[in-house]
């Protein structure tokens, strides 16, 4: 069996936040190791969140036309080879079958590193027609990529994603489409998780391959290290004419559709756990929070009074019906865990609001909530649940703000190169300077600092200066940041 962590054993975020990361991922029960090299198993009160970040998803993009599906999970390798800058972007990370059934297959076939090759084949069989377009599909599914350093949610072999791709007639489509999902992807690093963020165009070094324009979210850790969030890519039609999708317009003439393609994975938990955790464990925004409220019974010489008051102070809650927040309500009456147990381990899950319930509860008809980022309030059986659902929005709005104002307070302008070096060395964050855009200034950058290109931030304006690295002359300022 094994070891049960007790939760004076966390290492303080401050001191060490990998060490801190790895161990209330393991002892919140959101996932553990697999046992093959580099996998991880989701708990359910990991997959919990996981579900939140899916349905939210889903309601938006259904919205918008897309529709959900499935392709297989094995891709003949000769599709992948079709697409030489696709290919060579994905080579490292392959993971490859060549035995089945105990024979040595004739073609070797390619564990799913992503969906386009496959995709697209099906979609030169689908289209044919303007009629046909535009054609949105989703599917959300899991993605082996060979990893050498990983990290649980960050950053594994296998790992849960969505990926959306869309076939339009024409060039302006598939682009407004391509911006209108980061936008989608902007609300719900925001609005669900309350996780600010950057976004705009990569640089054609750090775009995906086989895109034309690659947009992103890319969000800030406490350590100040960048985490890509989300891509959005708009692919021109260079799958197009690879796959062959052509399509008979209007006017009676074959041409090749546009194509977009999107994705959102499990790697946004662990930028949820990263960013509102602190020593004693998860802190969880309300709206994304498997369970909102925790009511806790004080059990003694009252418990059948204790816990009829503790099943009321449920239903009142949960009859709150104009409520946004979806997580669930429960009572923890648990008789081999001691009270002080159970507020730890709800702490430590990082669930929005504790309610006590004792014989005081009882006596006095009143009750505690206890936020889980600081604070509490006593108010009125009567009251309790409308100050319950303000008191969640308010929690939701502080997380956000507090991220909103360490992302501010750590992006900077850097004037020259010994700057910026300096910036990253010292402080890192974000760091806004003058680029040329040659990709050699580029890796010399990465080279020396390990700082990347994060993006060009969307409608930035143009601006004249001198490139950090070379000192030719350069338009825009571009983020930096060292990432995961």
């Known amino acids: 069996m094994a070891k049960q962590f007790e939760k004076k054993e966390i290492t303080k975020k401050s001191k060490d936040i990998s060490q801190w990361y790895n161990e209330i991922v393991l002892k919140a029960e959101l996932a553990d190791y697999g046992p093959a090299r580099g996998t991880m198993v989701i708990r359910p009160y990991g997959y919990a969140i996981w579900e939140k970040i899916q349905s939210t998803f889903n309601q938006e993009i259904k919205k918008m ?34 035995i089945g059934g105990g024979k040595k297959l004739e073609e070797k076939l390619v564990v799913r590193p992503t969906s386009e090759t496959i995709m697209y084949s099906l979609f030169s069989k689908w289209i044919s027609s303007w009629r046909d377009l535009p054609l949105k599909i989703n599917q959300w599914c899991n993605i082996v990529r060979w990893e050498l350093r990983t990290m649980l949610f960050m950053r594994t072999t296998e790992f849960l994603w969505q990926e959306g791709h869309t076939a339009h007639a024409a060039q302006k489509e598939a682009w407004d489409f391509a911006l209108k999902i980061l936008e989608k992807y902007q609300s719900l690093y925001r609005d669900l998780l309350a996780l600010p963020f950057y976004s705009g165009k990569k640089s054609d070094k750090e775009k995906f391959a086989g895109a034309d324009t690659t947009y992103a979210v890319e969000l800030l850790m406490p350590d100040g290290k960048a985490l890509q969030g989300a891509t959005s890519h708009e692919l021109g039609q260079n799958f197009a004419k690879v796959f062959d999708i052509q399509f008979q317009g209007e006017d009676g003439q074959n041409q090749y559709v ?7 994975s499990t790697r946004s938990i662990g930028a949820l756990i ?37 099943e ?26 001691t009270f002080g147990w159970s507020v730890n381990d709800a702490e430590l899950k990082g669930i929005p609001l504790v309610i006590p319930v004792g014989p005081q509860e009882v006596k006095e008809k009143k ?5 889980r980022d600081g604070g509490e309030k006593t108010v009125s059986l009567e009251s309790l649940a409308g100050e319950v659902e303000k008191t969640l929005m308010e929690m939701q709005n502080e997380l956000l703000k507090k ?32 680029w040329c855009e040659d990709p050699q200034c580029e890796e010399k950058i990465k080279e020396e600092t390990k700082a990347t290109t994060r993006l060009l931030p969307l409608k930035v304006k143009e601006e004249k200066g001198k490139c950090l690295y070379c000192g030719k002359e350069a338009v825009h300022r571009w983020l930096f940041a060292q990432a995961y």
Do not use: C
């Not at 000769?78 to 993971?95: R, S």
């Not at 546009?258 to 959102?264: A, V």
């Not at 004693?280 to 204790?306: F, N, S, T």
């Not at 009750?367 to 936020?371: A, G, L, S, Y």
């Open 65 to 98: 036309g897309v529709e959900n599906a499935y392709f297989p999970l094995f891709i003949p390798e000769k599709f992948l080879q079709k697409e030489k800058e696709h290919v060579e972007g994905f080579a490292p990370q392959l993971a490859v079958v060549t």
């Open 403 to 434: 991220r909103e104002a360490f992302l501010e307070e750590n992006t900077r302008e850097a004037k020259d190169y010994s700057e910026f070096k300096e910036i990253i060395k010292n402080k890192r964050g974000f760091v806004k300077a003058f």
């Open 258 to 264: 546009w194509q977009t393609s999107w994705g959102l």
């Open 367 to 371: 009750v505690t909530f206890k936020r």
């Open 274 to 310: 990263m960013a509102h955790g602190d020593d004693q464990g998860l802190i969880l925004p309300p709206r994304v929070a498997p369970i909102k409220v925790a009511i806790i019974p004080i059990l003694g010489k009252e418990d059948e009074a204790v816990l009829s008051l503790a």
């Open 312 to 337: 009321k102070v449920k239903e009142l809650i949960e009859d709150k019906k104009s409520g946004q927040f979806g997580g669930r309500v429960e009572v923890w009456e648990i008789s081999q865990k």
